[in-house]
């Protein structure tokens, strides 16, 4: 069975870091590029940032540019999302999604073509 699942959310105070994790099964890595999403109540769901599948090419959105970090362990079947400096704004919950690719050097940050959804975990920054 094919399945995406994160990790590693929780509440934390402002300025604090957490660091997600997604966790693939059924199917390796190699062929999908990956991206992080997130989705506050009475939001639209939003590209927070991507990873290539070669891993050499990353993007971000401009509100968490410099504060997160995408990275990926194609051997572990793990992507994580380094999250510093949180903000209340931060709060929401973050999906990981699998993106099938014949390129290897970029990702994209819209939901369309998204092959694979995790069920999400859910981050809160609050003091």
């Known amino acids: 069975q094919l399945q995406l699942v994160e990790s590693g959310g929780g509440l934390v105070q402002p300025g604090g870091s957490l660091r997600l994790s997604c966790a693939a099964s059924?199917?390796?890595?190699?062929?999908?590029?990956i991206g992080w999403f997130r989705q506050a109540p009475g939001k639209e769901r939003e590209g927070v940032s991507c990873i290539s599948r070669s891993g050499g090419s990353t993007f971000y959105a401009d509100s968490v540019k410099g504060r997160f970090t995408i990275s990926r362990d194609n051997a572990k079947k793990l992507v994580y999302l380094q999250m510093n400096s949180l903000k209340p704004e931060d709060t929401a919950v973050y999906y990981c999604a699998a993106d099938r690719l014949s390129i290897t050097t970029m990702c994209r940050m819209t939901r369309p073509g998204y092959d694979y959804w995790g069920q999400g975990t859910q981050v809160t920054v609050s003091s």
């Open positions: 059924g199917f390796s890595l190699d062929y999908y590029a």
